[in-house]
């Protein structure tokens, strides 16, 4: 065994197969030896979401190769890996058991240590692939399934401040999108889209913008743009109607995090720290500014991992699982998916109609 440890990252949990492997270093940040991610976008778009036995399908027919594509990019020697790291939860099950089942096998083939990984906290230790940060720090993680505020205040120690009670920002991205006959994920054409467009031509609302804390909601929206949307006859308007949904995101994340931010202040009882944005909608320039622009005003460090690492990819798993692999802390092979697995396992569930904020 090498002696700074090298982890080898799986990722399936939707609809990225990714493979990763990752080696500590003793002063900074791990190395990332190779990142290779094989995305499904042409297998789901023309349904408009992910649909999860394709997925599950495509995972089974690309786990090989895009490892062995990893393991040779590189430029390591199977036999000097640590630990393998998989994804264990949440996500589809069918897609979990792929890269869970494939990283169980080839740690028993190996004879070295297997450690799951929670998917979500990932992406929350994803900034530490590239910066120094210490705990605690607030986490707003944006993604296609989950949109939630998280104290991570250790490893495996977090505390959710916030989620939403209804759809990710995401899923309101690409059900939006969807409605202006964008393929999916139409996040990023809705973000250029935007870009052409007058923000202040449709007023949009911005649900519990005022009540239930950081908590966060974006149905309501996807109902009004339903409306809107039957009038629009040109493309100026589609135009508009991205510029203004973009423009009501952006307020309703400029407001929610500030309140975040003063809840994570007093549990941390701290008036400066850093803030870390994580998950694909991270990637949209027009959230990042106005988030940059609310932490500093708190007095917080915004930290943004790379476009690459914002998004769903097995570095990330590794990351955890060389934090894991550090601490000993490693699983049995009988280890089962968790669809459901959650970041704070104390965290009330906030979803559904008449639901108490
Ligand atoms: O984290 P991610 O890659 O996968 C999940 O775990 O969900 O996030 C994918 C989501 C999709 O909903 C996609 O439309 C959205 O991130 N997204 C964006 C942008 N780039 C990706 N949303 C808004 N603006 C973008 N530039
Ligand atoms: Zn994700």
Known sequence: MSEKPIILGIETSCDETAVSLIQDKQNGTPKILSNIISSQFDIHKEFGGVVPELAARSHVEKIDLIAKKAISDSGIELNKVSAIAATYGPGLIVCLSVGLSFG????????IPFIGINHLEGHALSPKLQDKIDYPYLLLLISGGHSQYLSVNGLGDYKRLGTTIDDALGEAFD???????????????????AKKGNPEKYDLPKPIINKGG????FAGLKTAILRIVKNIKSDQEKFDLAASFQKTIEEILFTKTKVALDEFKKLNSTNKGSFVVAGGVAA???????LIEVSMQHNFKPIFPDLHLCGDNAAMIAMVGLEKFKNKQFDNLDLPADPRLPLDANAKFLKGAGVEL
Do not use: Q, V, Y
Not at 175 to 187: E, Q
């Open 284 to 290: 949209n320039k027009g959230i990042r500014k106005k």
């Open 175 to 193: 059900k939006t999108a969807k409605l202006l006959g964008i393929d999916f994920p139409g996040g990023p054409k809705i973000e250029e889209f």
């Open 104 to 111: 169980k096998g080839l740690a028993s083939t190996l004879g």
């Open 214 to 217: 950081c908590n966060l909601s």
